[in-house]
């Protein structure tokens, strides 16, 4: 089995937002201008990439607006997809499919920091609709009592005796307000349901594309084997750092190859 040299030592230490954004920009820049070959410049994407994700954890570190990191994460995992060789590519070299294998990791990590960037919301959304369920579940429950609090003398159903009707116009009324604040509350309901669901489908996306990762990395199983035993094998608890540094070694190892 041929053994690689491991690549020299990743510089692990945090730096500010502001250098990793800078280097991100340079290098995405320097890919798309002087890059003579697809793989060339699809290894410098992924350098790029993983610029990005350390900008936006040091942006985390910085206590910077969720709302602005997650754009960070979401941008990054858009361009990581359109950028990067697809692994289900027929066309692609033996190189560009371990790149697109370690492409597809990143967006499995990417997806999992962006509904970590959203889990607060994410728990405030489900207490919402926790609270919406109660209350409708109680509203629909058979009660034993009548209108009027008393206990039906025969099998508990309703007396049919009922309380005087209200005038037609108050009638009229109540139902008009009734039937707009149900209305309201319905869209509202609504509304807070399609974001949980959207926040918890960045998790599930995680799952998904790392399974996809677990499975394209069966047909290149000596490289990733070499990888996993001289840097660690990733898990989604995985540092930034354990994985900047993993891939690091994996572009430098294709590098070698190229």
């Known amino acids: 089995m041929q053994k690689h040299r491991v690549a020299p030592a990743v510089d692990e230490s945090l730096k500010s937002s502001d250098f990793y954004v ?3 920009r340079r290098l995405k820049h320097l890919a798309d201008a002087s890059m003579p070959d697809k793989f060339s ?44 060789c697809n692994s289900k590519s027929s066309t692609l070299s033996n190189c560009e499919k371990k790149l697109s294998v370690l492409s597809l990791r990143l967006q499995a990590f990417l997806c999992l920091k962006m509904f ?18 109660k209350a409708t579940t109680s509203k629909q429950a058979p009660s ?6 008393q206990w039906s003398r025969s099998n508990g159903t309703p007396s049919p005796m009922s309380p005087q009707p209200s005038p037609a116009g108050s ?15 319905a869209q509202r309901i609504q509304s807070v349901t399609a974001q949980y669901l ?6 599930s996306d995680c799952h998904e594309i790392w399974e996809q990762t677990d499975a394209a990395m069966l047909d290149h199983k000596d490289f990733f084997r070499n990888l996993d035993n001289d840097c660690g094998r990733l898990t989604m608890q995985s540092s930034v750092p354990e994985i900047v540094r993993y891939i690091k070694v994996g572009l430098h190892r294709l590098k070698e190859v190229s």
């Open 144 to 149: 034993p009592f009548q209108p009027n609090g």
């Open 171 to 185: 009638t009229a009324s109540m139902g008009s307000s009734s039937s707009a604040s149900s209305t309201a509350s």
């Open 198 to 203: 959207q926040h918890v489908r960045y998790l």
């Open 116 to 133: 970590k960037t959203k889990k607060t919301e994410a728990a405030k959304l489900k207490r919402v609709l926790d609270d919406h369920n």
């Open 22 to 24: 800078q280097e991100a």
């Open 41 to 84: 410049k699809s290894l410098m994407y992924v350098e790029s990439v993983l610029s990005f994700i350390q900008y936006g954890t040091a942006m985390e570190y910085e206590h910077k607006d969720p709302n602005k990191i997650f754009k960070v994460y979401f941008d990054t995992l858009n361009f990581c997809r359109y950028y990067i």
